[in-house]
């Protein structure tokens, strides 16, 4: 009897679907053709969400316009699941206060020094996903960059992804100066 359980433990364990393997895979350039919203890499959406069939709308940065937003949502699902929300807002809708409270009610972790005042951190949404998410600042408070980033990548570090976006856009769409 012990022999029939354990060949049929056995073979209950080799029927079982394994887990997709790690995605390990770099980002890449975020701003890297073809891209979404005039900005966004397609293919670090497509690694940074897991989405291969989505739908990305956003602001376009032709006719002057500046970047502001770029949300990417799944293509076929009736929620219409987030996957990825990149947003500037120019003013900062919050102020120094308001932001360390949101840092201290989401246990958010400081940027790198070197990224500037900001911080990382992970918090659940109305449907119970959890989302990682980076803000990033201005000195002065006046402008803010938010990464937001839906956690169902399998294999995938959203944090470090959300970091890795922000790294990389900062440059562009934070530290550059605005047009009057």
Known sequence: MGSILAVLALAAACSAPSPPPPDQRPLGDVTAAPQECDLISADAIKIATGLHDYKASGTKMDMGR???????????????????LIEVFDPSPDD???????KLSTRGSDLPEALGPGF?????????????????????????????????????????????????????????????
């Open 120 to 180: 990382a951190a992970r918090r659940k949404n109305a449907k119970d996903k959890t989302i990682a998410f980076v803000y990033g600042w201005t000195p002065d408070y006046k402008r803010l960059l938010t990464v937001n980033i839906i956690e169902h990548a399998p294999g995938r570090d959203s944090l470090a992804d959300a970091t890795e976006f922000f790294r990389q856009l900062k440059p562009l769409l934070l530290d550059k100066p605005v047009p009057s």
């Open 96 to 102: 120094a206060e308001d932001l360390e409270n949101t």
């Open 66 to 84: 500046r970047f502001a937003s770029c949300t990417v949502r799944e293509k076929g699902v009736s929620d219409s699941s987030l996957g990825l």
